[in-house]
């Protein structure tokens, strides 16, 4: 029933920024607890950051704290991603996925939709 689609992803310099975006379809978005996932060439995919359905409470990684950051605007069903101060170890495909869960969860089985990802690249 949600369908997502990823943008915003791009090659930048270390130091920079760039806001990823995330649209949705479905009418329960906004029950959904929403996360960005990111994968580097050859690691698992990890957890990055989490917001709740009313965009009340938000969770990150201790890596991105303070550099990054999720919001939601459910009337126009998206939700971002505003990464600043980028670093080489930033560069992954970022997925945008959706959990049903009331739950902060950060286990990729744990999440019921996923986007197709958009890549994000860093220089040195």
């Known amino acids: 029933q949600v369908q997502l689609v990823e943008s915003g992803g791009g090659l930048v310099q270390a130091g920079g920024s760039l806001r990823l975006s995330c649209a949705a379809s479905g009418r329960t978005f906004s029950s959904y607890t929403m996360g960005w996932f990111r994968q580097a060439p050859g690691k698992e995919r990890e957890f990055v950051a989490a917001i709740t359905g009313s965009g009340g409470r938000s969770y990150y990684i201790d890596s991105v704290k303070g550099r990054f950051t999720i919001s939601r605007d459910n009337p126009k069903i998206t939700v971002y991603l505003q990464m600043n101060s980028l670093k080489p170890e930033d560069t992954a495909v970022y997925f945008c996925?959706?959990?049903?869960?009331?739950?902060?969860?950060?286990?990729?089985?744990?999440?019921?939709?996923w986007g197709q990802g958009t890549q994000v690249t860093v220089s040195s």
């Open positions: 996925a959706a959990d049903r869960g009331p739950f902060f969860r950060r286990s990729t089985a744990d999440y019921d939709y």
